[in-house]
């Protein structure tokens, strides 16, 4: 819970990993971490359908953050391991992920209990991180 801060090195990338959390509480806060942001990785607790549309709204809001501005956006569909999960393709279009035009995009299903696609996000971090349109 609140914030973690983690490096990871993956494909001669060394990451530097803000994991700020969700919480209603500590969203006001997530404007101090934009500056200087390279890509922007999203979790979505894609069993937790009651929250999809408060998770859409929040990510829209930060879509439109200009210290975001053209920054690449890699969704994170986690806990695709448990029956409820919603398919991504259900999520990205829940999210209008479609409409998003300014910047590069993707959503990865994943599991991060089984370590299932988050290296197949991880790749595509690695191949979008200098991909900021102008």
């Not at 809001?61 to 975001?68: A, F, G, I, P, S």
């Not at 990865?108 to 790749?123: F, I, K, P, W």
Request: charged content about 25%; glycine content about 6%; aromatic content about 8%.
């Amino acid at each position: 819970m609140g914030f973690n801060i983690k490096s990871v090195q993956s494909q001669g990338f060394k990451l530097n990993v803000w994991d700020i959390g969700g919480q209603r509480k500590i969203r006001p806060y997530w404007k101090n971490y934009f500056e200087n942001t390279d890509i922007l990785i999203y979790v979505i607790d894609s069993a937790d359908r009651k929250r999809f549309e408060e998770t859409g709204q929040e990510l829209a809001e930060l879509l439109e953050e200009e210290k975001l501005s053209c920054v690449p956006v890699l969704i994170f569909a986690n806990k695709q391991d448990l029956l409820t999960a919603a398919p991504a393709s259900e999520i990205a279009e829940g999210l209008n992920l479609h409409t998003i035009r300014d910047r590069v995009w993707q959503i990865q299903s994943c599991s991060a209990l089984t370590g299932e696609g988050v290296q197949d996000g991880m790749n595509w971090v690695c191949k979008n991180v200098n991909a900021k349109k102008k």
